[in-house]
């Protein structure tokens, strides 16, 4: 039976005039010394999605420790931690510590996935930072993965994870189930439809079956198509996710190959994908401080930073600066020229 993914996962930019591929050939031979790397929120329990609002504000899920102390937390732009929503379900069992994966801001609401299946709807217009935390049993709800799960895939794994989600044409929002390996499309009514399925990929390790999930994680929407990124499945080889490219009828092409464990992505200001890749896999699972952040630009991979500790998640500020998570060592850090 197949691991939940987030049981798995738990175990600067200077364009200016010069150009894109210009500045990215400098990066690359002048190391990323130009970059610092700054805490900016520590003592999170457990951070997995992050999305940034137009205030800069940092929309974060903590999956918590367990006994239901998941939870939403915004980070203003000094980087104070306020809990706006707590008491989601979370649980430390056999598969490790399961409950909510990405976050999207939208139009005043936040849509929160959980690997329960379901989709959380909270409306924060009227929020401010120090309100008193509401109470995860008083949202709406929308139940993804019993669609999935009902769903008669020719492929079908019988599992559900919804894990993250963007908001794509007519204001859909489109999900990617990394447990199914599809996308799924939710209407601005709240209809449900299968948008697209991924092929599983030939196992080059030669341990396990002869094929491994492609584990869809990040989606988002650019220039009339979708970018989709992959961790992989079990035993998550190097080189072997993958940037996918999906058009408007749900047609899948391959974008870029040769990435390990991506778990999700940014766009640079000119829309090339900024991949965080989780970690590598070795003979004791997910090695400590092998994550990094990628950039695909059309003439291949420039590494910005190395050295992360299993990050999840990443959000672009502004053209010079990022902040992305280490769901192992629970904080957030901003990472910028200065």
């Not at 649980?91 to 299946?117: A, T």
């Not at 994870?161 to 189930?177: E, H």
Request: glycine share 10%; proline share 7%.
């Amino acid at each position: 039976m197949k691991q939940k993914l987030q049981a798995l996962l738990f175990g600067m930019l200077l364009l200016g005039v010069t150009g894109c591929r210009e500045f990215y050939d400098y990066f690359n031979e002048v190391e990323p010394k130009i970059l610092k790397i700054q805490d900016f929120a520590t003592g999170l329990a457990a951070p997995l999605g992050m999305d940034i609002d137009a205030k800069g504000q940092i929309w974060v899920t903590e999956i918590g420790t367990g006994n239901n102390s998941g939870k939403v937390s915004v980070i203003t732009s000094k980087g104070v931690k306020y809990v706006v929503l707590e008491g989601f379900p979370s649980s430390l069992g056999p598969e490790g510590l399961e409950g909510l994966n990405h976050i999207l801001v939208k139009n005043g609401m936040l849509y929160i996935l959980h690997v329960n299946g379901l989709l959380y709807k909270a409306n924060i217009n009227s929020y401010k930072p120090g309100d008193a935390p509401k109470q995860a049993s008083t949202l709406q709800t929308e139940d993804i993965g019993s669609f999935v799960l009902d769903y008669d895939f020719e492929n079908d794994t019988e599992e559900s994870n919804p894990y993250n989600l963007t908001v794509g044409p007519q204001g859909d929002i489109f999900i990617t189930d990394a447990a199914a390996n599809v996308i799924i499309r939710r209407s601005s009514s709240g209809k449900l439809s299968v948008f697209a399925t991924f092929p599983d990929l030939d196992n080059p390790t030669g341990i396990g079956p002869p094929t491994i999930d492609p584990v869809p994680t990040s989606i988002t929407f650019v220039q009339q198509k979708f970018y989709v990124t992959t961790l992989t499945g079990f035993p998550f080889p190097t080189g072997k996710a993958r940037i996918y490219a999906v058009d408007l009828a749900g047609n899948i092409s391959l974008y870029q190959e040769g990435f390990t464990t991506i778990t999700d992505m940014s766009l640079d200001p000119a829309d090339n994908p900024v991949l965080v890749e989780h970690a590598q896999f070795g003979p004791q699972g997910f090695m400590p401080t092998t994550g990094r952040i990628v950039v695909a630009t059309a003439t291949g991979q420039s590494t910005m930073v190395a050295g992360l500790n299993q990050p999840t998640a990443i959000v672009r500020a502004n053209p010079l600066t990022y902040y992305v998570n280490s769901l192992a060592d629970g904080k957030i850090m901003k990472v910028s020229p200065y």
